[in-house]
């Protein structure tokens, strides 16, 4: 019920293990959103790749999103072929069922081809159809235990985290080829002000060249203060407080090749 992931058309907008708890009479689970599968051999999809594969290894169940608008390709079989040492523990999802045209039927294919008597869960997170018996599978799956975090919590992101997520999700709006995916953010203070009821945070949006610079900051500066507005409409709804940006763009040459960097940004 609450925003835990970003989301964009952009490929890899999501780059960290995301964790979303679900409290219900049943117990809990705590889903582990990861980067998509991608085959590239640039260090940064390289990392992102060794991180989803890193979460199949923590987790005790693993659900398989499939996007029906999508034809299954390479990727998907790989994504597959990974997958199929957690069969036992798999549950997939087919999402996107109230989308037309989709590959409902190519798809199953693809997956009965991968998979011995895979649990197939055609749905719509959209409109919520299908829900409810993908939870029912997970629940019969889920080993017992204890709950891992308070029931009020439905993510465990710290305040640095988010801010600077939205900020990248705002910043990412309309950009195109290799833009979205050149920046990253960093959110370097947090203040609280005003008898704590206001949350400032600086921060800077990092690019790798003079020009996507110019494209995030825009004619007379009018882009990355939309970003910022937009970007503190929805953390002030996010956060029991007001939230006031102060965000700058700065230029880091190559920083998709820095290791040291990669590591502290994908995690």
Known sequence: GGKVSIVSPVPQTTRNRIRGI????????????????????????????????????????????VDLTRPPGEEERALMAALRGAQDRLVVGLNKIDVQPNHRALAERELAA??????????????????????????????????????????????EF?????????????????????LYVHIEDLEMRNENTELWARGFIYVERDS??????????????????????????LFPYAVKLDLRVKVRPKWRNDEALLSRLIR
């Open 212 to 237: 996507q610079k110019g494209i995030l900051v825009g004619r007379g500066g009018e882009r990355i203060r939309a970003t910022m507005r937009d970007a503190e409409e929805e953390l002030s709804e």
């Open 22 to 65: 679900h409290n219900g009479p049943s117990g809990q689970l705590v889903f582990v959103d990861t980067p998509g599968f991608h085959s590239s051999e640039r260090k940064m999809n390289l990392r992102l790749r060794e991180l989803t594969l890193s979460a199949l290894q923590d987790c005790e169940l693993v659900l398989y999103l």
């Open 114 to 159: 991968a998979f011995r008597s895979p649990r197939l869960h055609p749905l719509s997170a959209l409109s919520g159809e299908g829900l409810e018996a993908l939870l029912s599978s997970l629940w019969q799956l889920a080993p017992e235990g204890q709950a891992m975090y308070p029931p009020e919590y439905y993510t465990d992101q710290t305040p």
């Open 162 to 182: 988010r801010i600077a997520e939205i900020v990248r999700e705002k910043a990412m709006r309309d950009l195109r080829e290799e833009v979205p995916h050149a």
